[in-house]
C-alpha cells in the first residue's frame, strides 16, 4: 500500500512578466493525466499572488517545486491537500 497526492492547493507568489499560461503548461507536465487551475488573487507592481490547485493520479510534489523554482515562483504555503490510499492490484 502506498499513499498519492491526488490535489494541492497553494498560495503561491509569481514575478509579474511571467505568464501564468505558461506557469500552467509547465506545471501540467508533473501528471500525464493531471489538471491545473491558477486564480490570480493579488496583484502588485512586480508581483501576483496566486491560488494553484493541481489535480492527478498520483502528483510528484517535488516535481511541482521544482518547476515553482525553475520559474522564479515562491510557494508561500500548502492551503489543502488530498490524498489517498492505493492498494496493489
Same mark, same amino acid.
Given at each position: 500500500?502506498?499513499v498519492?497526492?491526488?490535489?494541492?492547493?497553494?498560495?503561491?507568489?509569481?514575478?509579474?512578466e511571467?505568464?501564468? $499560461?505558461?506557469?500552467?503548461?509547465?506545471?501540467?507536465? !508533473?501528471?500525464?493525466? =493531471?489538471?491545473? /487551475? +491558477?486564480? &490570480?488573487?493579488?496583484?502588485?507592481?512586480?508581483?501576483?499572488?496566486?491560488?494553484?490547485?493541481?489535480?492527478?493520479?498520483?502528483?510528484?510534489?517535488?516535481? $511541482?517545486?521544482?518547476?515553482?523554482?525553475?520559474?522564479? !515562483?515562491?510557494?508561500? =504555503?500548502?492551503? /489543502? +491537500?488530498? &490524498?489517498a490510499?492505493?492498494?496493489?492490484?
Amino acid at each position: 500500500m502506498s499513499v498519492a497526492v491526488k490535489r494541492v492547493l497553494m498560495d503561491v507568489l509569481k514575478p509579474r512578466e511571467l505568464s501564468i $499560461v505558461e506557469l500552467a503548461k509547465a506545471l501540467g507536465s !508533473v501528471d500525464a493525466e =493531471g489538471e491545473v /487551475e +491558477i486564480i &490570480v488573487s493579488e496583484v502588485d507592481s512586480k508581483t501576483e499572488t496566486l491560488k494553484v490547485t493541481i489535480r492527478g493520479a498520483n502528483i510528484d510534489y517535488e516535481s $511541482v517545486s521544482k518547476i515553482m523554482d525553475q520559474y522564479g !515562483v515562491s510557494i508561500r =504555503g500548502i492551503d /489543502e +491537500i488530498n &490524498v489517498a490510499k492505493e492498494w496493489p492490484s
